[in-house]
């Protein structure tokens, strides 16, 4: 399997290349140049596997000789060995044919773990055989960050830096983030919005002399391979809840377009997904943009939701790069207008193909929290803002006859005061993660400058 970079204008890679690469040297993202299909046989036959079986099944034909079978299935039992639910990715029913994805058993309690913790072991692996050194920049908005940093703290070959917006996260990701004592992974609060921590990622990239020097390294869901893990839920849900013998609808709360992206990959590749709903809080940018209004950034006004306060959403161009037929030149002129003017409109050609598969909606503050406080009182289940987002959206797309699945985004617990607001207790966070507010922290902040950021990530690296 070849690696294209939606920009046209970068070198094919193969599956490992794609990996450790991250952003492509075009300022693309790379893509499969080909999406394999799965027959509905194959797909009925994923019924009552394990959830590592299907992840081999599905990423297998991504992963080309990259790894032998035989390592790839002993990276994916790593990598979900540490979950704290044997299903990994439980369903919970909410209502006739609306069913909750918890996708918040992992190590930090997000969905980014089913990723992360993929990454971390396909990384040590690749990086154990070459003796290759790589330092991983990212930027979080809370979830990503603490991923990263449990997924590969300790790795010898790998430095963590995780870049996040001062005093916007939630003091339980935070805490994920800054109590790691481990000496290869940093993180570093910044003076600025995500957006500004996500745009100096980006702006590292395209230093190429910096990111040589460091050997960059990007897990940011720009990454392929953090798509690619996330394909493997949508059939593991689908098919226990019936398909390939019924169509599956799926509500997904949204910000940087990875987590609804691997939905759609998942389509692609012969997954009968009906709606794929892209599910948005007030900063509503891809809502908007799927309903014709053009994709015109305003602010970011932060939420009870933070993770998805986002509105340059990297991975909407994945799907701009198949809207547009794949032509890289166009994409390249949109994305040049969003950094020139703010924004641009989407051609009538184009928004039509995205609407084919996308629909949308957006939930206020109040009716996040509305929608907490009516779903623990209706089913006893908790749910986090984000997953919130999820729910409310989905109740206004669903369909009586087709099951909807919405995805659970975080464990409660991750945002404690939001929750607590709306049911009136506050959920605890598991057994196992007990002692976080017990340890020491340790962060860096520094201003929204480049310069000071690199100077920051060049001299905390190890060798
Ligand atoms: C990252 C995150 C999202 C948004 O996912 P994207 O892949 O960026 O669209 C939603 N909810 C939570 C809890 C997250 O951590």
Known sequence: ????????????????????????????????????????????DMAGQSYEEIAFRVMRPYIGDTFTDTEFKDIIARAYAGFGHAARAPLVQLAPNHFLLELFHGPTLAFKDFAMQLIGQLFQAALGRSGDRVTIVGATSGDTGSAAIEAFRGLDNVDVFILFPHGRVSDVQRRQMTTPADDNVHAIAVDGDFDDCQAAVKDMFNDFEFRDAVGL???????????????????????SLGAPHRTIDFTVPTGNFGDIFAGYVAKRMGLPIGKLVVATNQNDILHRAISGKGYIKQGVTPSISPSMDIQVSSNFERALFDAYDRDGAAV?????????????TISQGALQRLQDVFTSGRCSEDETSRTITEQFAATGEVLCPHSAVGVKVAEEHQDAQVPMITLATAHPAKFPDAVEQAVHQRPALPERMKNLFDLPERVTRVENDLAAIQTLIKEGRRG
Request: zero cysteines.
């Open 217 to 239: 390294a990007g897990v940011n869901s720009i990454n392929w391979a953090r798509v690619l893990a996330q394909v493997v839920y949508y059939f593991s849900s689908a098919v």
């Open 332 to 344: 390249t002129q949109l994305m040049d207008e969003l950094k020139a003017e703010g924004g641009f």
């Open 1 to 44: 399997m070849k690696y294209i970079s939606t920009r046209a204008n970068a070198p094919e890679l193969n599956f490992e290349q794609a990996m450790l690469t991250g952003l492509a040297r075009d300022g693309g993202l790379y893509v499969p140049e080909s999406f394999p299909t799965f027959s509905s046989d194959e797909i009925a």
